[in-house]
């Protein structure tokens, strides 16, 4: 059975920008990779989809089921980088975030 992964920003105002994902040579940029060879694996069956609401944009990625989503989020150096990136980002921008798992 699929699995859901979301990841959600609340931003505090319409100026600023939810770019984390797009920076050049961040570890944005490896975790991009790591999606795109877990999606080659079948592992991810729908890369990230963003849904903005409002202030709030929601990022949605299906894995082939929760197994395949826990090795993701575990899956080495990329993502313990990029946690650390995230969360510094976020903060320096104000910006709230969550993430859901269905």
Do not use: R
């Amino acid at each position: 059975m699929s699995y859901k992964l979301k990841n959600i920003y609340t931003k505090p105002n319409a100026e600023v920008n939810i770019n984390f994902w797009d920076e050049e040579g961040s570890k944005s940029s490896a975790v991009n990779d790591l999606i795109d060879t877990y999606f080659d694996a079948g592992k991810i069956t729908q890369k990230p989809v963003k849904v903005v609401d409002g202030l709030t944009e929601t990022y949605t990625t299906i894995f082939k089921d929760e197994s395949s989503c826990n090795e993701f989020l575990s899956d080495g150096d990329a993502n313990d980088t990029h946690f650390e990136e995230l969360q510094k980002w976020c903060t320096d921008n104000s910006i709230s975030w969550s993430i859901e798992k269905e």
